[in-house]
């Protein structure tokens, strides 16, 4: 009787860790370490060094202004932020969590800041709400540029 039930707690824990990491697909789409910059996708620098070898985030560079492309942005995931630049030498912060329900925003494409859990769309010039389901727009981090240096103020 003793090995049956140590056969079945077993099974029992194999099949509930099997469904927990059936979630982890699903839920890592909502905070996807990418970032963005006109319509293609790349990978965000995190938190690590940015731009110059200095820290991103509070104090350092999140990148330099050369490498916003003009009518795009870059969304730097670990920061939780957006960068954009949708005319020449106007760049923009904005945060990277959507106010629908919290996901990370993934990319930037035709004007647009994108979420992609339920497709809400921001404006790369003032975040206001482009497509729902968000009910708000994107609040704005003020910026610092320094030099040819972003970073937040």
Do not use: Y
Request: charged share 10%; proline share 5%.
């Amino acid at each position: 009787m003793t090995q049956q039930r140590v056969a079945e707690t077993t099974r029992r824990g194999m099949l509930a860790g099997v469904g927990l990491a059936g979630l982890a697909g699903p839920l890592a789409g909502c905070s996807g370490d990418s970032a963005s910059s006109g319509s293609a996708t790349a990978a965000s620098s995190g938190g690590a060094a940015a731009a110059g070898g200095q820290a991103a985030g509070r104090g350092g560079a999140l990148t330099s202004t050369g490498a916003i492309p003009v009518g795009g942005g870059k969304i730097f995931v670990s920061e939780r932020v957006v960068v954009t630049q949708a005319s020449r030498g106007q760049f923009k912060g904005f945060s990277a969590v959507c106010t629908h329900m919290q996901c990370i925003v993934d990319q930037i494409a035709d004007g647009t800041i994108n979420c992609p859990c339920h497709g809400s769309k921001f404006s790369i010039t003032d975040g206001h709400v482009v497509a729902g389901p968000a009910p708000s727009p994107l609040p704005a981090p003020s910026l610092k540029i320094q030099s040819d240096q972003i970073s937040l103020a």
